[in-house]
């Protein structure tokens, strides 16, 4: 059973800095594409950042672009979002996901197995 588990999430100031991590279990992901997203109350599950099977394309959106950065490491099938100078609109739950295919893609539709959500909160 393909199961994937955030940790990392919780509750920081503005200006602050949180690591979330994703491991994946039932089977490696080596050579697919990750990402993370979020998704705020009221409003749509959205990209944040996303990685290549390779991991050496990466993506990120506008809004956290030059503060997020996302890694991974496929010796122990996790995939992690380093997130510097937080500001309260990116308090949100946080999810990753695994992609079908070894290059990026940015909708939610083109990837298979999710986590369960971790909730990032910044306060002002």
């Known amino acids: 059973q393909v199961q994937l588990v955030e940790s990392g999430g919780g509750l920081v100031q503005a200006g602050g800095s949180l690591r979330l991590s994703c491991a994946a279990s039932?089977?490696?992901?080596?050579?697919?594409?990750m990402g993370w997203f979020r998704q705020a109350p009221g409003k749509e599950r959205d990209i944040v950042a996303a990685?290549?099977?390779?991991?050496?394309?990466?993506y990120y959106a506008d809004s956290v672009k030059d503060r997020f950065t996302i890694s991974r490491d496929d010796a122990v099938n996790t995939v992690y979002l380093r997130m510097n100078s937080l500001k309260p609109e990116d308090t949100s739950v946080y999810y990753c996901?695994?992609?079908?295919?070894?290059?990026?893609?940015?909708?939610?539709?083109?990837?298979?197995?999710w986590g369960q959500g971790a909730q990032v909160t910044v306060s002002s």
């Open positions: 996901a695994v992609g079908r295919a070894f290059g990026i893609d940015t909708h939610e539709r083109d990837y298979d197995y």
């Open positions: 039932g089977r490696s992901f080596r050579g697919y594409a």
């Open positions: 990685i290549s099977g390779s991991g050496y394309s990466t």
